[in-house]
């Protein structure tokens, strides 16, 4: 039973244009939402996070849209940059107790230049 | 300051051999994680830790265990490897407080044939 989905395993996107990506939730007891980028051969790194008391949280060219009704959050990146040509993973967790992360596929975003 | 260090890189192991994976933080994090990742998917949780002496399973404990003797170092134990623990293994580490996140190490790929 897949609690943090990622339907589009793949997404291309020009460079300069607006890149976004999106993730599905369905367990209501998660309060804390986090992107992760991952480049070949390399460990995931934090890229931005979210808690569910916000609808948005900006930074630089990162900006996560968190709808809470629908279990739904977004990644925006503008503008694109053949940089952030990666995988990202969104990852979804309680804020208190284990923080135990809950993934999703991840989605390989490919910036064309 | 290192983060998160794993060993070794790269493995493989003939069916029904044992080995353990390395993993060491040095920012004096209380809480630590085993996730594996297969291909195609996001990272499954195997094993956590939230200090020394105190050990949980995750989503997929079974054919893995782990011990936590020291804040630092938290190995995983594959006591009999089967195909179907050919993955890449993420060890990662976090203070544990309410909005931090964890740091991941750069993974262990492990080929079991």
């Known amino acids: 039973d897949q609690q943090v989905k990622q339907n589009s395993p793949s997404l291309s996107v020009q460079e300069g244009r607006i890149s976004i990506l999106n993730c599905d939730y369905t367990n209501s007891m998660f309060d804390y939402f986090l992107w992760y980028k991952k480049y070949p051969a390399e460990g995931p790194t934090f890229l931005i996070s979210?808690?569910?008391?916000?609808d948005k949280n900006e930074d630089g060219r990162f900006t996560v849209f968190l709808n809470k009704s629908a279990k739904h959050l977004s990644l925006h990146i503008v503008p694109s940059q053949p940089g952030d040509s990666a995988v990202y993973f969104c990852a979804a967790r309680r804020i208190q107790g284990a923080q135990k992360l809950v993934f999703g596929q991840g989605t390989r975003l490919t910036i064309n230049p | 300051n290192a983060g998160v260090t794993q060993t070794p890189k790269f493995r493989i192991l003939k069916i029904g051999q044992s080995m353990t994976l390395q993993c060491t933080q040095d920012m004096n994090h209380n809480y630590m994680y085993w996730y594996r990742q297969d291909p195609g998917m996001g990272l499954k949780l195997i094993y956590y830790s939230v200090g020394a002496g105190i050990t949980d399973k995750g989503e997929v404990p079974n054919g893995y265990n782990v011990s936590r003797s020291t804040t630092e170092d938290f190995p995983l134990r594959l006591e009999l490897a089967a195909p179907s623990q050919t993955s890449v293994y993420f060890c990662?580490?976090?203070?544990?407080?309410?909005?931090?996140?964890?740091?991941f190490g750069p993974g262990t790929r492990l080929l079991v044939l």
């Open positions: 990662a580490s976090s203070l544990g407080v309410a909005l931090e996140t964890q740091y």
């Open positions: 979210i808690s569910s008391i916000k």
